[in-house]
T-cell receptor
Framework: DADVTQTPRNRITKTGKRIMLECSQT?????MYWYRQDPGLGLRLIYY???????NKGEISDGYSVSRQAQAKFSLSLESAIPNQTALYFCATSDWSLGGTDTQYFGPGTRLTVL | SQQGEEDPQALSIQEGENATMNCSYKTSINNLQWYRQNSGRGLVHLIL?????REKHSGRLRVTLDTSKKSSSLLITASRAADTASYFCATVTTARQLTFGSGTQLTVLP
């Protein structure tokens, strides 16, 4: 969905390096999410944010941190990357309005390889 | 653990056949959604069914929901090679938390 963009799209890095993945959205949604997907597996939630001041840990937050710089921007950082963080990372947004369906809108993904 | 579990994990059919995927879940839901993921791409929302609905259609898609059995099915009729993708169910609880299942990999052979 072009309304949710992620940068970079691909990244190769070395063990121990700090990496930041960025997500921007033009949908005007309050809620944003970071997911990780490993080959052949479903999505696992890393962090989610209800608004700029509300950030919550997901299922697998260890080794990751996030920053919600504005309603439209949500960044994911790997402070010291390790090889088992090699995965496909997705950002998503959802509409938290009253009566909303909580449908999620995904970015194109970032393929991260940690050597 | 996953709220939604899809069955089967993988499905291979011939073009023109119908494809059926099932999703079971554990807790009360507000709605259930189905998403599609082409290889290496982001998930795309396909269809949503609310807890007070039993069946819904959208083009070649038909979704059913049985809240007494805590299960849903997605039927794709007259499948095409372009339908090859992974399909995920996602449940939204009454607390409005969305959780994805593990997915069904559908392969449609030409």
């Amino acid at each position: 969905d072009a309304d949710v963009t992620q940068t970079p799209r691909n990244r190769i890095t070395k063990t121990g390096k700090r990496i930041m993945l960025e997500c921007s959205q033009t949908k005007g949604h309050d809620r944003m999410y970071w997911y990780r997907q490993d080959p052949g597996l479903g999505l696992r939630l890393i962090y989610y944010s209800f608004d700029v001041k509300d950030i919550n840990k997901g299922e697998i937050s260890d080794g990751y941190s996030v920053s919600r710089q504005a309603q439209a921007k949500f960044s994911l950082s790997l402070e010291s990357a390790i090889p088992n963080q090699t995965a496909l990372y997705f950002c998503a947004t959802s509409d938290w309005s009253l009566g909303g369906t909580d449908t999620q809108y995904f970015g194109p993904g970032t393929r991260l390889t940690v050597l | 653990s996953q709220q939604g579990e899809e069955d089967p994990q993988a499905l291979s059919i011939q073009e023109g056949e119908n494809a059926t995927m099932n999703c079971s879940y554990k807790t009360s839901i507000n709605n259930l959604q189905w998403y599609r993921q082409n290889s290496g791409r982001g998930l795309v929302h396909l269809i949503l069914i609310r807890s007070n609905e039993r069946e819904k259609h959208s083009g070649r898609l038909r979704v059913t929901l049985d809240t007494s059995k805590k299960s849903s099915s997605l039927l794709i009729t007259a499948s095409r090679a372009a339908d090859t993708a992974s399909y995920f169910c996602a449940t939204v609880t009454t607390a409005r938390q969305l959780t994805f299942g593990s997915g069904t990999q559908l392969t449609v052979l030409p």
